[in-house]
């Protein structure tokens, strides 16, 4: 396939950056802008496969050749964001985050930054409002792809030429197979790695081998042209962080971008003619500086910022990226793909000691950040969180694939016999400070267990959820432990039962709308969220009941919507207050658990349980605090710290004395 300049695809690159760029900057009616990635991908493909294609057919293809193409392509502009990233993070984040950013540069340059962020894709893991290489895996996937995809096509254009189409369009089909599987069943994994990813870019790969002949017929390529538009800018504006992606969701952006590709093959049709507008045009040539830049700038001037951007400060943002992404692409992408400025050799050379800079770089800060910190070079962590967390690991069930029983941590005097029990999801283990000094004052030994994701109530499984053990699985297993331990005649009920109560995040919060499900079928059809709460929580106390145990349960803390540890650190350093800046008044905390109030309010009037109310000393006058002294009593957004659960020993000091 001869290649001649489409501006058609300088038009669908413009779409795509757009989206991602709109999308991240939270531009209202831009919520599916990440699809944008999809369409890259399919335009990679097309035209990679279709150089590949020509130059093997010509017995011109070299590996060399290749990847100094990807190089010229890839490298220069990457190794100045990477460097940017790399002493902005120096200069704004504390050890912590920069020991994140240090070992994300690492993933970068090596170009594993999607396994990276999948495998960090955790539930106690950084936002990633704060990853300022969180874009870079689709860098990763790409080049991955390209590692092993040049040799597969030589050895079918040397054993299988007459069946190339058909070994690709096999892969193809496995690959979206495996992809359309795997999203429902862990969707980080269906949106990082390059096994989900690979259909996408063979999507554009067939196009180019002409698996469909192109179709000289205008009228039909116009509507083929427009409906690819509209399939592939639907999602844009109708898809959210909520619609489950990739998988089936991928099929419509992909599709639409091969539609407009292959309309406009044999002549310019009317898609082609509404992406050629020069303005398109033009951000379709500065788009791979603009996606790489436009991240990490909004990334810190949203960390600098702390508080959600006014809409004049989005705009000016979204204007100041462009006017950087225009530079980069003339100053470092155009001379770096001119032969006559940087011949081979020295595009090797130069590419090899710019990889070797960044990777020293990261690498002294990712490996060596305790003695950077001791010597005084980088800034100290921003919390006593870092000094050693209270998460309890060894008692998380999420971490054991198929466990036979729950596992526990025994906190408080622990020379004695446990007589109580904490239970719950992940914030049991963030009162596990709290409950191990308050025991430990009346000799009182008890267990925690949690599993995240898992709040105790009896029969209901939530989503999204963690682990591979289903939470009603789970809280059957801790009745049956209480079963086996009569000693423990106390329980300590704790949960986030305003998030799955009212269903949506808060604030600045990230993550996915939750929801519960009834495995028993008691609920009736349709049962909103407060009526399975209800149930499952009435189950828990009654089989409780029946074993004769003391119920406490813990009215949920405060949410504060933002990243605490990291806005307290950025407020400090800039003579900023936290507590005025995202602290949630008393007003806030109590209109948002309202119904959850109510509700173990009632539980306590019929069923006798008692209730842990920590919200009473953290929220003093008209605030609930979120700092004392400059020290977070947050680990995250909705997590206390050890620093905040050791200030909340005294709320259960009277319990323990009350069961000693």
């Not at 590996?63 to 790399?86: D, H, N």
């Not at 090797?348 to 010597?375: C, E, H, K, Q, R």
Request: glycine share 6%; aromatic share 12%.
């Amino acid at each position: 396939m001869k290649l001649n300049y489409r501006k058609d695809i300088d038009g669908l690159r413009a779409i795509a950056v757009l989206a991602v760029l709109l999308n991240h900057a939270n531009i209202p009616g831009f919520s599916g802008g990440y699809v944008g990635v999809d369409v890259f991908f399919v335009i990679s493909g097309f035209l990679i496969t279709a150089i590949i294609a020509r130059e093997i057919e010509g017995g011109e293809f070299t590996f060399s050749k290749f990847y100094e193409r990807r190089i010229r392509r890839i490298l220069p502009a990457l190794s100045v964001v990477t460097l940017f990233v790399l002493l902005a993070s120096f200069v704004l984040f504390d050890a912590e985050k920069l020991h994140s950013v240090g070992k994300s540069l690492i993933a970068t340059t090596l170009f594993y930054s999607n396994i990276n962020f999948w495998m960090e894709a955790g539930y106690f893991d950084a936002p990633s409002q704060l990853k300022p290489l969180l874009h870079t895996w689709s860098l990763a996937v790409e080049e991955q792809f390209y590692i092993i995809f040049p040799v597969f096509m030589i050895i079918l254009y040397l054993y299988a030429k007459q069946f190339k189409n058909l070994v690709l369009i096999f892969v193809f089909g496995l690959s979206l197979g495996f992809a359309i599987y795997q999203s429902k069943q862990d969707t980080s994994a269906a949106f990082y790695l390059v096994q989900y990813r690979m259909w996408e870019l063979l999507t554009g790969a067939l196009l180019s081998l002409n698996i469909i002949p192109a179709f000289n017929a205008k009228k039909f390529n116009n509507i083929l042209g427009l409906g690819g538009l509209a399939l592939l800018s639907a999602p844009i504006f109708l898809y959210s962080e909520n619609t489950l992606f990739p998988g089936l969701n991928a099929i419509p952006p992909v599709l639409g971008t091969a539609l407009v590709i292959y309309s406009n093959s044999t002549s310019e049709s009317a898609s082609g003619k509404l992406l050629g507008f020069p303005a398109l045009v033009f951000i379709g040539k500065i788009s791979y500086s603009l996606y790489l830049w436009h991240w990490p700038i909004l990334v810190f001037f949203r960390y600098y910022l702390i508080l959600p951007e006014t809409v004049t400060e989005q705009w000016l943002i979204i204007f100041g990226i462009l006017l950087v992404s225009t530079a980069s692409w003339r100053f470092i992408e155009t001379p770096f793909r001119s032969q006559k400025t940087f011949n081979t050799q020295k595009i090797y050379i130069l590419a090899a000691g710019a990889m070797s800079f960044v990777l020293f770089l990261s690498g002294t800060i990712y490996y060596f950040d305790g003695l950077l910190t001791n010597a005084g070079l980088i800034n100290k962590p921003s919390s006593k969180e870092a000094e050693g967390q209270w998460l309890l690991d060894e008692c998380n069930i999420n971490y054991v694939d198929n466990p036979k029983e729950i596992l526990t941590c025994k906190v408080g005097d622990k020379t004695k016999v446990s007589t109580f029990m904490i239970w719950g999801d992940s914030h049991t283990p963030a009162l596990g400070k709290a409950a191990n000094d308050a025991s430990k004052i009346y000799s009182l030994s008890g267990v925690i267990t949690y599993a995240q994701g898992c709040p105790p109530y009896m029969g209901m499984i939530p989503t999204p959820s963690h682990g591979d053990l289903p939470c009603d699985r789970y809280n059957e297993m801790v009745i049956g432990y209480l079963n086996t331990h009569p000693e423990i005649k106390t329980v300590i009920l704790v949960s986030r039962m305003t998030l799955y109560l009212e269903g949506t995040p808060y604030k600045q919060e990230e993550g996915v709308n939750h929801t519960l499900t009834d495995t028993r079928y008691e609920a009736p059809e349709g049962a909103n969220s407060e009526i399975l709460i209800r149930l499952g929580l009435e189950r828990t106390v009654q089989s409780l009941k029946s074993m004769n145990r003391n119920i406490y349960i813990v009215v949920p803390i405060p949410e504060v919507g933002y990243d605490v540890p990291s806005a307290n650190f950025i407020a400090s350093r800039t003579g900023r207050d936290i507590n005025n800046l995202i602290a949630p008044t008393l007003d806030e905390y109590l209109a948002r658990s309202e119904r959850t109030r109510l509700l173990l309010d009632e539980f306590k009037n019929s069923h006798g349980v008692e209730l842990i109310e920590p919200w009473k000393t953290l929220c003093q006058e008209s605030i609930c605090r979120v700092s004392i002294d400059g020290i977070p009593l947050y680990l995250d957004d909705d997590h206390l710290s050890v620093f905040g659960s050791e200030v909340l020993t005294p709320v259960f000091e009277p319990i323990f004395a009350g069961i000693k």
